[in-house]
């Protein structure tokens, strides 16, 4: 399947979870903005709870992982399929929002991304918690022919009390690439990112005002740690994006 084939999975599993909990029509809907920009940090989310079962069980093949996430993802998309036909209209239209704030909103978010981008290419392993926590124990999730190998006491100062859902969710993107590509965890902190920065846009635009929604994604886009840590690999960024879901 490969890297990039992976993460559109994850981008129309997650989809098909959220139109599956949140129904809309067939069509296109006024919220399926919304529902796509909450759709990668979800579908992350499914790769890493089926990595580690699928792992767990079956062992470390790409087929079986793939298949697992290929019957799940189908699975999803056809309750969604079943819960539209009882679902109401999203007719409401989005409101533009001043021009100039659509400018200002572009520019930051579009040097954030630049930042983030070239501090990735300059540090493809992340900082410190990125290389001596969550890609050092995706790692061990992808290599190891042992499930407790990430907990040894040994490595303590690695912190093994840490969740997995990022190491998982590299580790099973790995997985399906094959090979230990480093560019796969870098787009999964920028898929938090993103998720971080655009969610609380199409939320506040939609409960409030387009205005308020930018000026929202002004804050965020705007921040330099939040920015930072995304490009650092740290999971800090992670739990704002999951927060902003």
């Given at each position: 399947?490969?890297?990039?084939?992976?993460?559109?999975l994850?981008?129309?599993?997650?989809f098909?979870?959220?139109?599956?909990?949140?129904?809309?029509?067939?069509r296109?809907?006024?919220?399926?903005?919304?529902?796509l920009a909450?759709?990668p940090?979800?579908?992350?989310?499914l790769?890493?709870?089926?990595?580690?079962?699928?792992?767990?069980?079956?062992?470390g093949?790409?087929?079986?992982?793939?298949?697992?996430?290929?019957a799940?993802?189908?699975?999803?998309?056809g309750?969604?399929?079943w819960?539209?036909e009882s679902?109401?209209?999203?007719?409401?239209?989005?409101?533009?929002?001043?021009?100039?704030?659509?400018?200002?909103?572009?520019?930051?978010?579009g040097?954030?991304?630049?930042?983030?981008?070239?501090?990735?290419?300059?540090?493809?392993?992340?900082?410190?918690?990125?290389?001596s926590i969550?890609?050092?124990?995706?790692?061990?999730l992808?290599?190891?022919?042992e499930?407790?190998?990430?907990?040894?006491?040994?490595?303590n100062?690695?912190h093994?009390?840490?969740?997995?859902?990022?190491?998982?969710?590299v580790?099973g993107?790995w997985?399906?690439?094959?090979?230990?590509?480093?560019w796969?965890?870098?787009?999964?902190?920028?898929v938090?990112w993103a998720?971080?920065?655009?969610?609380?846009?199409?939320v506040?635009?939609?409960?409030?005002s387009?205005?308020?929604?930018?000026t929202?994604g002004?804050?965020?886009?705007?921040?330099?740690?939040?920015?930072?840590?995304?490009?650092?690999?740290?999971?800090?960024?992670?739990?704002?994006?999951?927060?902003?879901?």
């Open positions: 399947m490969g890297g990039f084939g992976g993460l559109l994850c981008v129309l599993a997650g098909g979870a959220i139109r599956a909990a949140w129904p809309a029509p067939r296109w809907s006024a919220h399926d903005p919304l529902r909450m759709a940090s979800l579908g992350l989310g790769l890493s709870l089926m990595y580690f079962a699928v792992r767990t069980v079956l062992g093949s790409g087929g079986a992982m793939a298949g697992a996430f290929a799940v993802t189908l699975g999803l998309a309750l969604a399929w819960r539209s679902a109401e209209a999203e007719n409401r239209a989005w409101a533009k929002g001043p021009t100039w704030l659509w400018l200002i909103f572009g520019a930051v978010a040097v954030a991304a630049l930042t983030l981008l070239l501090i990735l290419v300059a540090s493809p392993h992340g900082e410190w918690d990125a290389w969550w890609n050092l124990r995706a790692r061990f992808y290599r190891a022919t499930a407790t190998v990430p907990f040894d006491p040994l490595l100062w690695s093994p009390d840490y969740p997995l859902l990022v190491p998982a969710s580790a993107l997985t399906w690439n094959g090979g230990e590509a480093q796969l965890a870098a787009a999964v902190a920028a938090f998720s971080a920065v655009f969610v609380p846009v199409m506040l635009s939609r409960l409030r387009t205005a308020m929604g930018l929202a002004l804050a965020l886009a705007g921040m330099p740690l939040l920015t930072r840590n995304a490009s650092a690999m740290y999971a800090d960024a992670v739990g704002l994006g999951l927060m902003a879901i």
